[in-house]
């Protein structure tokens, strides 16, 4: 029996030194024993932040905000509140987020001794206490009750999980709901051929557009007047032609300010500047959503923002006009020599850019090219998917458009030698990537859709705006057209335009040797236009 009792003895003592190891000072396993109610498998949304790593999250975070909660383990009313706040972090935190990106939920535990000096930093003096703000405004920030003209500030209905998102929504000009789902594998569209399918697009070309925004802003990629003026051209080729009435009022705000964000092609960055880029949403602030629809792939890695990429640059060039054809190529290849980050991509799509000639004077004839550029794109990617197993198994790449969309756009197909009826392939893509896109997306909205797209985006945001004149004063005066609201900043903005050095730049014009035909084109349409006036 002595042997019995000692053997007990040493798995007592073991058991006691594990659960010192496990529930130490400071220790979120203890946090979640007690909230768990014997659940293990529960898994928090909201990130647990400390003295040691809270710095380092909100420096790190692509969130544009966050709320951060201060609370003590031992507090019932905190432990009571733990779920209302976890159904709101669920929309936001982790890797089943509903609308990732947006608002990051953190929390500290006061009651930790290694939390008491941060606690301090933020005068808590009650649990739970709720703020908000930039994140990076919380990087070795501090918050007193008299504090003027802080970013910061004291979440003051959050008692419920309604509240509490409510309040969010106020910030955010938003309408996120606590029943808001992820759109998850079973709602991929796998039917190409169903022509309908098109509608769904019209979200992925905000989304993508609110993506390479981002992008530019993360990676500080306007460094230069001529990165300026590539930036510059985009956006005036967004104003008249984007597909979306908010996206195009996005794009027109920030072109009207761009001389005053940055000078020279220098950009301010910094979030806690009045007169800075990062102030601006190109296409309202409710993007980026965090998913795409018509371009969901079947997994993470897969289509996704370069498939919304281009249909962005394929719905843009069937709005175009003839006046208008040389200088929206030009516009498309500097963006994309310039902002899009996959290098190999970039020098594919840059190289066939150069491979130009000669100068475009149909608009029909940049919509075929940027279609053929396409394909050639996707006939390439196709073999290396192929041999290396990288592709979408639901969404391989293809010739596009295929039979089952477009039979007349075939005269003879033979393996991979397609002989295409040119005619009928524009007509189709004008169609598909025109009326057809936004007519589809508002019949859809009639018809009723989800809560998401409905919430995203009413059918009055999507329209096919008025032909624009000759870019880049076109692109003002279609402003005007678009919307009587711009109608006076447009007029400014065009004032303003006549006296851009960097659109007279010899260095960009030569760019792409056919450039000239901009200036030429311009010049001529202006004097046509003084005529008429």
Known sequence: MSLIHLFLLVSLVSLEADATTSFSPGSRSILRDIGSNGISDHKDNAVELNATNFDSVFQDTPAK?????????????????????????????????????????TRVDCAAKINIKLCDKFSIKRYPMLFW?????????????????????????????????????????????????KLGKDHLLPNISDYEQISQAVFDIEEATEEAFDIILSLKAIKSSETGASFIRFLQLLVPHHPS????????????????????????????????LRNFHICGNDLPRGYFMFCR????????????????????????????????????????????????????????????????????DVVL????????????????????????????????PPKQLCSSCYLTSTGNNIDWDHDEV????????????????????????????????????????????VVPVGA??????????????????????????????PHYLRRYSSNYLV?????????????ER
């Open 426 to 469: 524009y007509k189709f893509l004008k169609e598909y990537y025109g009326e057809k896109l936004v007519s589809s997306y508002k019949k859809k909205s009639a018809g009723g859709v989800s809560k998401e797209e409905v919430v995203v985006a009413a059918a009055e945001e999507m329209a096919v705006p008025t032909n624009a004149l």
């Open 369 to 400: 090219w940027l279609w053929s550029t396409h394909n050639k794109v996707n006939e390439r990617l196709k073999k290396d998917e192929e041999s290396l197993g990288t592709g979408d198994p639901k969404f391989p790449k293809m010739i596009w």
């Open 297 to 364: 792939g079947s997994k993470n890695e897969t289509r996704g923002f370069s498939c919304g990429l281009w249909i962005l640059m394929h719905s843009l060039s069937v709005r175009i006009e003839d006046g208008e054809s040389q200088f929206a190529f030009t516009a498309l290849c500097d963006f994309i020599n310039n902002f899009f980050m996959c290098d190999e991509c970039r020098r594919h799509f840059h190289d066939m850019c150069l491979s130009v000639k000669t100068p475009f004077k149909k608009a029909r």
């Open 133 to 181: 703000g930039p994140p990076r405004k919380f990087v070795g920030g501090s918050w007193e009750p008299k504090q003027e003209k802080s970013e910061i500030i004291v979440v003051e209905e959050w008692r419920t999980a309604d509240l509490l998102l409510s309040w969010i929504n106020k910030q955010l000009g938003s309408s996120y709901g606590l029943d808001d789902q």
């Open 65 to 105: 905000y966050a709320v951060l909660e201060f609370f003590a383990h031992w507090c019932p009313a905190c432990r009571n509140y733990k779920p209302h706040y976890e159904k709101v972090a669920r929309l936001f935190n982790g890797a089943e987020a509903v609308h990732p990106g947006t608002v990051l939920m």
């Open 519 to 531: 200036m030429n084109t311009f010049s001529n349409s202006e004097s046509e236009r003084e005529k």
């Open 476 to 505: 003002a005066l279609a402003i005007a057209l678009a919307s009587c609201a711009f109608g006076a900043l447009a007029c400014y903005w065009r004032t303003q335009q006549k006296n851009r050095k960097h659109h007279h730049n």
């Open 245 to 276: 009435k908010r996206c195009r009022k996005g794009s027109a705000e920030i072109l009207m300010n761009f001389d005053d964000l940055c000078p020279a092609g220098e950009c301010s960055y910094d979030s806690g500047v009045n007169n800075t």
